[in-house]
């Protein structure tokens, strides 16, 4: 199981950026008729692990966290395994290692848990400067 994250970097406050996470076929396969779901968590300093927004296979439902609704958007793009987390209006609150993962288990109504995932990715650090 692979899962790689990629996008992050430097933006001033108000900026965008664009994160990627690219996964196996093999990764999806592992997964008993394809029910599985992508996520993104993401680490503050000196805070826990928190949720920002998960997509279910086929790309038709999303949840997100209060705190990033109406500025990040999730999506998929099937054609290359990757699960794309679009962050417009950052705020410095938004720093932090943002991960991405994956899960076989199904919460229609939202939000995951950090225990629900099964394989994690390497994070990759998105700093908002003020």
């Known amino acids: 199981v692979q899962l790689q994250a990629s996008g992050g970097g430097l933006v001033q406050a108000g900026g965008s950026m664009r994160l990627s996470c690219a996964a196996s076929t093999r990764t999806f396969n592992s997964y008993s008729a394809g029910r599985y779901a992508l996520a993104w968590f993401r680490q503050a300093p000196g805070k826990e692990r928190e949720f920002v927004a998960a997509v279910n296979r086929s790309g038709g439902k999303t949840h997100y966290a209060d705190s990033v609704k109406g500025r990040f958007t999730i999506s998929r793009d099937n054609a290359k395994n990757t699960v794309i987390l679009q962050m417009n209006t950052l705020k410095p609150e938004d720093t932090a290692v943002y991960y991405c993962?994956?899960?076989?288990?199904?919460?229609?109504?939202?939000?995951?848990?950090?225990?629900?995932?099964?394989?994690w990715g390497k994070g990759t650090l998105v700093t908002v400067s003020s």
């Open positions: 993962a994956i899960t076989g288990t199904q919460r229609p109504a939202g939000p995951y848990q950090i225990t629900d995932m099964d394989y």
